[in-house]
């Protein structure tokens, strides 16, 4: 079995420590940024781990990949 990729989207000084662990870190500082960061997540990305701005950014449409449908996990404030 392979296991997934898993991406960190959002704000640099929320996300970058999860490179550590694996994690695509994702920077995006704001709404807009997220947003087109969203839209063009890369191949492979199966859980996409969110900062609480980032989720805030993005709601209430996650849906926006294309078809693609990661699983997704909002970090605690």
Request: hydrophobic content about 50%; cysteine-free.
């Amino acid at each position: 079995m392979t296991m997934g990729r898993v991406a960190a989207l959002g704000e640099r000084s929320r996300v970058a420590g999860l490179a550590l662990a694996g994690a695509v870190v994702l920077v995006a500082d704001g709404p807009e940024a997220v947003r087109r960061v969203w839209r063009s997540l890369p191949d492979g990305i199966d859980l996409v781990i969110l900062t609480p701005a980032a989720a805030d950014a993005l709601e209430p449409d996650y849906s926006s990949t294309g078809g693609r449908r990661p699983l997704i996990a909002v970090m605690p404030p």
